[in-house]
């Protein structure tokens, strides 16, 4: 009985716990959450059928704390049936395109994507591994390298990542010769690829910063390949 009357004074103040999602109080957030979470868990999610839209749009607040709260949900999308979360993927801003792909692979785990929809919007990716914002640019090329595994970049895309590797800004190149030893694991590229492009990383050693160490050590691993 007491958890009835709780959830019912739950489901009167619904509109107050929706609002709070985009709080920017971490804490009211998560309390709100649980409290969406709990609507739903008690039987009652179509109580929250006329805000869908209202929580997909949260996927891509301005503020980043509602909206990694919302992409860390996205099991409670799966379950109120939520449509077009997949929009994120090529969302024009860096920070909400990655905030997308970061949860990609729960994306398709969870069905709200399928793999073949993610490959035909890979070309998305590709701005994320030269981004202005540099957490951002070496988280994405962190998660290139599981995409490869995953499938979702494949050999047909082996020219665009080498056009990396000699890409004019030594922090976009560095992150993108960091990959190449486990991407030669995989067979995403080849020897024959490294050699031809080597020079470029070779250029790197003459970088007056951590940049130059970065290289030096990556040019050492890679002799094993010779």
Do not use: C
């Not at 993610?118 to 290139?144: D, E, G």
Request: aromatic share 10%.
């Amino acid at each position: 009985m007491e958890q009835n009357i709780n959830i019912r004074e739950v489901l009167r103040e619904k509109k107050v716990w929706l609002d709070k999602l985009k709080s920017p109080n971490k804490d009211e957030r998560e309390k709100a959450w649980e409290m969406i979470r709990l609507i739903i868990d008690t039987g009652n999610g179509n109580e929250l059928k006329g805000y869908l839209g209202y929580l997909r749009s949260l996927l891509w607040n301005s503020l980043q704390g509602v909206r990694e709260d919302a992409w860390n949900n996205l099991d409670v999308y799966k379950k109120l049936l939520v449509k077009g979360v997949e929009r994120g993927l090529t969302a024009n801003s860096d920070r909400i395109k990655w905030s997308a792909w970061s949860k990609v692979l729960d994306m398709i785990s969870l069905g709200l994507v399928t793999k073949d929809q993610v490959i035909q919007v890979r070309y998305s990716y590709w701005r994320l591994l030269r981004s202005r914002w540099m957490t951002i640019r070496k988280k994405a090329w962190r998660l290139f390298v599981r995409l490869v595994e995953e499938g979702i970049f494949q050999s047909k895309d082996k020219e665009r990542f080498i056009d990396f590797l000699r890409h004019r800004k030594a922090g976009v190149r560095i992150y993108a010769w960091d990959a190449v030893p486990r991407l030669l694991e995989l067979g995403f590229i080849t020897k024959e690829d490294i050699v031809s492009q080597i020079q470029y990383l070779k250029d790197l050693t003459s970088q007056e910063s951590n940049i130059k160490k970065r290289a030096e050590k990556i040019l050492k691993g890679l002799e094993s390949w010779k």
